[in-house]
Nanobody, 124 residues
Framework: QVQLVESGGGLVQAGGSLRLSCSASGRAFSSYAMGWFRQVPGKEREFVAAVSWSGNIYYADSVKGRFTISRDNAKNTVYLKMNRLKPEDTAVYSC??????????????????WGQGTQVTVSS
């Protein structure tokens, strides 16, 4: 069992930055793929970024070049640094963990564990 807790969300002006953190409890953190997803009311959950157990990194086209995902296995933590934020980045951001082939990192349904989410609001 893995428990995930996100932090770092908040209100920021367009063009600003935030860093989200996701702390994991439980064993074998380093063996999981870790992903960040976001969701706004009335829309489906959207893939943002992921880092595999081996360190391979994946981004949605909408955030490529602005967001950076990283993991620190010693601290059981994954981060999402978000730069040049836009109003359309406003959403609840959730981290997730799972074990599956890397081709599936984009699919929310493949992740086994989810955090409660943290709100990110970008004002124009």
């Amino acid at each position: 069992q893995v428990q995930l807790v996100e932090s770092g969300g908040g209100l920021v002006q367009a063009g600003g930055s935030l860093r989200l953190s996701c702390s994991a409890s439980g064993r074998a953190f380093s063996s999981y793929a870790m992903g960040w997803f976001r969701q706004v009311p009335g829309k489906e959950r959207e893939f943002v970024a992921a880092v595999s157990w081996s360190g391979n990194i994946y981004y949605a086209d909408s955030v490529k070049g602005r967001f950076t995902i990283s993991r620190d296995n010693a601290k059981n933590t994954v981060y999402l640094k978000m730069n040049r934020l836009k109003p359309e980045d406003t959403a609840v951001y959730s981290c997730a963990a799972g074990s599956f082939p890397e081709v599936s990192v984009y699919r929310a349904g493949r992740y086994d564990y989810w955090g409660q989410g943290t709100q990110v609001t970008v004002s124009s």
